[in-house]
């Protein structure tokens, strides 16, 4: 079945330091993959999108993502993380049909 | 970026009535628009694409008959839950699909059903 899996349920990380989410994604074909980030009672934000051709991915707000086909994986990173990218982030991944399947959801807390 | 506007953002009904849901892309057309439920603290789960002018496809387990979809327009979809109960209580969000393939999301709607 076609599916994507965020390993982490919760990541804390401190003002100022690195980033790293982790998805994981189990498809046939090499799939279209999200990250979105969603803050409390919100809707979803897209944070950058990878659909073929360079497997790294510049998005909003300083994030980037890397795609490896070896790994199946399409993990999100940023340098240094600011108090306000606390939040929950979702990869989701489709076919050309657009349908997305997410993951758990990773949320990040940021201390000060 | 584009903007999808759902409407409204809070809507409290009571067991057994029907509420209605919008969801408007209010700067590009969507052809393809979809419907997501989240429960509290999980993930998303699509229960159903609407095509503009054609019928809504349900995902396996989502009743059609209970969560009517229509996509009268590339600017408009909206999802019906028809005879409610505490069980539909839940976060709605839709998205749409423009012409360059990008998914825009939603504020979401929270429905709590009394």
């Known amino acids: 079945a076609q599916s994507v899996t965020q390993p982490d349920i919760h990541i804390t990380v401190s003002e100022g330091a690195s980033l790293e989410l982790r998805c994981n994604y189990s498809?046939?074909?090499?799939?279209?993959l999200f990250w979105y980030v969603q803050s409390p009672g919100q809707g979803l934000q897209l944070l950058l999108k990878y659909f073929s051709g360079d497997t790294l991915v510049q998005g909003i707000k300083g994030f980037e993502a890397e795609f490896k086909r070896s790994q199946s994986s399409f993990n999100l990173r940023k340098p240094s993380v600011h108090w306000s990218d606390a939040a929950e982030y979702f990869c989701?991944?489709?076919?050309?049909?657009?349908?997305?399947?997410f993951g758990a959801g990773t949320t990040v807390t940021v201390r000060a | 970026g584009a903007v999808v506007s759902q409407h409204p953002s809070w809507v409290i009904c009571k067991s057994g009535t029907s509420v209605k849901i919008e969801c408007r892309s209010l700067d590009f057309q969507a052809t393809t628009m979809f419907w997501y439920r989240q429960f509290p603290k999980q993930s998303l789960m699509l229960m159903a694409t609407?095509?503009?002018?054609?019928?809504?496809?349900?995902e396996q387990g989502v009743e059609k008959d209970k969560f009517l979809i229509n996509h009268a327009s590339l600017t408009l979809s909206t999802l019906t839950v028809t005879s409610a109960h505490p069980e539909d209580s839940s976060f709605y969000i839709c998205?749409?699909?423009?012409?360059?393939?990008?998914?825009?999301f939603g504020e979401g709607s929270w429905l709590t059903v009394v």
């Open positions: 989701a991944g489709s076919t050309n049909d657009y349908k997305l399947s």
């Open positions: 998205s749409g699909r423009d012409r360059d393939t990008t998914i825009y």
């Open positions: 498809y046939g074909a090499t799939p279209y």
């Open positions: 609407s095509n503009e002018g054609s019928k809504a496809t349900y």
